[in-house]
């Protein structure tokens, strides 16, 4: 079963917002203080034309899955490398979200949390998510997208009054370096578009407008600025103190109690979110994984993502300093490439495929004249 053009914008407008709202802001402003904004405003557009590239090639190649693309493109052994690159990556991407998400819980709604109490539900729950295949994801997502995207906005609306402009000034104080510094060592956070490689095949484009997925990108990134807006405006130069973007701007809002009868309800979709996120890269990992080994039943690849993910969950629990590996720049140089470099490896191994078809087909044409003649 396919999704419609409408899902897959819906999809990539909430991978894009998906990791920005929890530490990114936070651990960016170290690098990159009051300029943190502008770093996330490139990266994003960066990540809008990648998604804009791949979803153009996604129509050329129609039917055709990502597998069968690379193979009749580039190869067997550089499809294979790619989709172990590819994998990696998403790895990475789950065990963001889950250490995010953790921490996330803790500290907004429970003070003495069993771990085992939040990751094995969550696990399940993606594991029966990647069972089900991308239509019932993106199913989900359309019902909760626009819940959670009018709860930002609420809860960043509430606070725009007490926001001073005054610290995002003075602009570029320590000149670009920071600025590239930043974007690197937080690429990790980026590289928003890529899991739309996965998902050749399984998009129908039948009454497809690109206006849409436009609207959904451009209104992504505005809605990342506009609460980083507050959340450094509120902050200043205490932004790295605040751990979680949302759930912290929530609470400076609230009169009555830690968190108001509207916002404790944002703060609990935005936990739906970002399960329905794991879902989407736990799908994609599956795909890739059985796409590089040749492996035909994915239940088993399910399980072993499952029980990986319950490993890695385990050992960022007993190691305090697990989070540094999120910095790694091994990790960012692994996000660049499979961002900047894969796209344009299916670009070039699509123009020449068609170069060589179109070379069969006039020679065959050619034999058909003489044999006419």
Same mark, same amino acid.
Request: aromatic residues 16%.
């Given at each position: 079963?396919?999704?419609?053009?409408?899902?897959?914008?819906?999809?990539?407008?909430?991978?894009?917002?998906?990791?920005?709202?929890?530490?990114?802001?936070?651990?960016?402003?170290?690098?990159?203080?009051?300029?943190?904004?502008?770093?996330?405003?490139?990266?994003?557009?960066?990540?809008?034309?990648?998604?804009?590239?791949?979803?153009?090639?996604?129509?050329?190649?129609?039917?055709?899955n990502i597998n069968e693309f690379l193979i009749n493109t580039v190869g067997v052994v550089l499809a294979k490398?790619?989709?172990?690159?590819?994998?990696?990556?998403?790895?990475?991407?789950?065990?963001? *979200?889950?250490?995010?998400?953790? !921490?996330?819980?803790? @500290?907004?709604?429970? +003070?003495?949390?069993? $771990? &085992?109490?939040?990751? %094995?539900?969550?696990?399940?729950?993606?594991?029966?998510?990647?069972?089900?295949?991308?239509?019932?994801?993106?199913?989900?997502?359309?019902?909760?997208?626009?819940?959670?995207?009018?709860?930002?906005?609420?809860?960043?609306?509430?606070?725009?009054?007490?926001?001073?402009?005054?610290?995002?000034?003075?602009?570029?104080?320590?000149?670009?370096?920071?600025?590239?510094?930043?974007?690197?060592?937080?690429?990790?956070?980026?590289?928003?578009?890529?899991?739309?490689?996965?998902?050749?095949?399984?998009?129908?484009?039948?009454?497809?407008?690109?206006?849409?997925?436009?609207?959904?990108?451009?209104?992504?990134?505005?809605?990342?600025?506009?609460?980083?807006?507050?959340?450094?405006?509120?902050?200043?130069?205490?932004?790295?103190?605040?751990?979680?973007? *949302?759930?912290?701007?929530?609470? !400076?809002?609230?009169? @009555?109690?830690?968190? +108001?009868?509207?916002? $404790? &309800?944002?703060?609990? %979709?935005?936990?739906?979110?970002?399960?329905?996120?794991?879902?989407?890269?736990?799908?994609?990992?599956?795909?890739?994984?059985?796409?590089?080994?040749?492996?035909?039943?994915?239940?088993?690849?399910?399980?072993?993502?499952?029980?990986?993910?319950?490993?890695?969950?385990?050992?960022?629990?007993?190691?305090?300093?697990?989070?540094?590996?999120?910095?790694?720049?091994?990790?960012?140089?692994?996000?660049?490439?499979?961002?900047?470099?894969?796209?344009?490896?299916?670009?070039?191994?699509?123009?020449?495929?068609?170069?060589?078809?179109?070379r069969k087909a006039k020679v065959v044409e050619d034999e058909s004249i003489k044999i006419v003649v």
């Amino acid at each position: 079963m396919k999704i419609n053009y409408r899902q897959l914008s819906i999809m990539v407008f909430l991978s894009f917002i998906s990791l920005k709202f929890l530490a990114l802001p936070s651990v960016m402003y170290i690098t990159s203080g009051n300029m943190s904004w502008l770093v996330a405003l490139v990266l994003m557009i960066i990540d809008g034309l990648y998604a804009f590239m791949l979803v153009g090639l996604m129509k050329k190649c129609k039917d055709k899955n990502i597998n069968e693309f690379l193979i009749n493109t580039v190869g067997v052994v550089l499809a294979k490398i790619i989709f172990i690159l590819l994998s990696a990556q998403f790895i990475i991407q789950i065990i963001n *979200l889950t250490k995010g998400l953790e !921490f996330f819980v803790v @500290e907004n709604f429970y +003070d003495d949390f069993n $771990w &085992l109490i939040y990751v %094995l539900p969550l696990i399940i729950l993606t594991g029966f998510m990647m069972y089900k295949g991308i239509r019932n994801i993106a199913r989900v997502e359309e019902m909760f997208c626009w819940a959670i995207t009018i709860g930002c906005i609420y809860i960043a609306l509430k606070c725009i009054t007490c926001t001073d402009p005054r610290a995002f000034l003075p602009m570029f104080k320590d000149g670009v370096a920071p600025l590239f510094h930043s974007a690197f060592k937080h690429y990790s956070w980026f590289g928003s578009a890529t899991f739309l490689i996965m998902l050749f095949g399984k998009v129908d484009f039948t009454n497809a407008k690109k206006s849409v997925l436009i609207k959904y990108v451009v209104f992504a990134i505005l809605l990342v600025q506009f609460l980083y807006f507050v959340f450094y405006g509120l902050f200043d130069t205490t932004s790295p103190t605040h751990n979680f973007c *949302l759930s912290d701007v929530s609470q !400076f809002s609230s009169n @009555e109690s830690i968190i +108001d009868e509207l916002s $404790w &309800l944002v703060v609990s %979709l935005w936990v739906i979110a970002q399960a329905l996120q794991l879902a989407v890269y736990g799908y994609c990992l599956v795909l890739s994984v059985m796409f590089a080994f040749n492996i035909k039943a994915k239940i088993p690849v399910i399980i072993a993502i499952d029980l990986l993910m319950f490993s890695l969950g385990y050992i960022g629990e007993k190691t305090v300093n697990f989070e540094q590996f999120f910095f790694n720049p091994a990790v960012s140089a692994l996000f660049i490439f499979n961002e900047f470099v894969i796209p344009f490896i299916l670009l070039i191994g699509y123009g020449v495929k068609r170069k060589k078809d179109r070379r069969k087909a006039k020679v065959v044409e050619d034999e058909s004249i003489k044999i006419v003649v």
